[in-house]
């Protein structure tokens, strides 16, 4: 193979592995590459196959793929140029300032007027100055090599030609295959992108028909606890009257006599009788559930706990006497028995009663 041929295959594969970020590989490839003898003229190809230097009265004037020395040379300096830059910019990457800053020196040596080399060195002098932040100047994922060779090989009658190179400088035209390879990851790349804008307009869709949901049970929660306080109200403003004593709760309405209902078992007193009417007119045309709560004394020698009979015979009349004050069907009314240490009073004898619990309906 040319020597020239090698020469550009290694220095792309260097510029391929430094773009994926893989600069060891990179710094690897460029250390094979002699940057003073790159592009030298192959002495056998040019020659007559025994190693001797080719006659250059052989060669036709006119024939074009007869190189000159001044046009070898040109593309000798050419490419030490493009390896020395590369080195340059992988150096810098990899943070080796002092190293970058040598291979750009010898590439203004080569070529003084090159503004890269010129842009690198100045770049590096901030860093190392304190007015500049280390940054990376070679990006993986970028075609940021400022030599590109792109070298087209065809194989005419065994010998290999190469078709052309595209010089460095931003002028340079790019390659069609890396081109095409490009714009297609670009492609690849925005479709991801889509498909994720998508999946997270889905999640934010959701998120807000969720959010809307809870605001709505909020306000179904807030409406339900304002007519539950309403109604509470109005309940316990309703059955305020003399003899008993209403105090408001979170969920119902507590109603407790002020004395005894009921001087012995359940045989309820005239003052009892009606106190549970009056407050059964009160109830009357009332959308609610009523349970009415019987207490006992613990008998002497008998149980002290748990619910007794008479409590409940005592809701049960209680119970009689309500519906009949308000005309109010048996089915509004529960009846239960309170455990027996669980009194309204701290004195025994005005524990011979009921409490009334009245809830809302709905």
């Not at 140029?81 to 970058?100: F, I, K, T």
């Not at 080399?117 to 100045?122: L, N, T, V, Y």
């Not at 005419?156 to 052309?164: M, N, Q, S």
Request: proline residues 6%; hydrophobic residues 45%.
């Amino acid at each position: 193979m040319n020597e020239a041929l090698r020469t550009r295959l290694t220095l792309d594969r260097a510029r391929a592995a430094a773009r994926t970020g893989d600069l060891d590989t990179a710094l690897r490839l460029l250390g094979k590459l002699d940057p003073t003898a790159a592009d030298a003229p192959d002495q056998a190809e040019a020659g007559t196959g025994t190693g001797a230097a080719a006659d250059p009265a052989s060669a036709p004037a006119s024939d074009p793929a007869s190189p000159s020395a001044p046009d070898s040379a040109s593309g000798a300096a050419s490419s030490a140029v493009a390896v020395l830059d590369l080195r340059a910019r992988v150096h810098a990457q990899r943070g080796e300032l002092a190293e970058a800053d040598r291979c750009w020196a010898a590439v203004q040596e080569l070529s003084p007027g090159d503004a890269a080399a010129a842009e690198g060195r100045h770049t590096i002098a901030r860093i190392t100055a304190g007015r500049r932040r280390m940054r990376p100047l070679v990006r993986p994922g970028r075609a940021v090599l400022a030599a590109a060779a792109v070298t087209a090989v065809v194989l005419a009658g065994g010998a290999v030609v190469a078709l052309g190179a595209a010089g460095r400088g931003a002028g340079a035209p790019a390659s069609p295959v890396r081109a095409d390879a490009l714009a297609g990851r670009v492609a690849a790349l925005e479709a991801a992108l889509e498909t994720e804008r998508t999946a997270l307009g889905k999640e934010r869709a959701a998120v807000e028909r969720e959010r809307a949901e809870l605001a709505a049970a909020e306000e179904r929660r807030a409406a339900a606890t304002d007519r539950l306080d309403a109604g509470l109200a109005a309940i316990a403003g309703r059955l305020s009257m003399p003899g008993v004593t209403v105090r408001r709760r979170s969920q119902d309405v507590y109603v407790r006599f002020d004395t005894g209902l009921f001087p012995r078992s359940a045989d309820v007193s005239p003052r009892g009788r009606a106190l549970l009417r009056g407050l059964g007119r009160r109830m009357a045309g009332m959308d609610v559930r009523i349970t009415v709560v019987g207490h006992a004394l613990p008998v002497p020698g008998g149980r002290t706990r748990g619910g007794s009979v008479v409590a409940l015979g005592r809701a049960l009349v209680a119970a009689r006497h309500l519906a009949e004050g308000g005309g109010l069907p048996r089915t509004s009314f529960t009846l239960v028995s309170a455990d027996q240490s669980d009194n309204p009073h701290r004195q025994p004898p005005r524990n011979r009663t009921v409490t009334l619990r009245i809830t809302p309906q709905g």
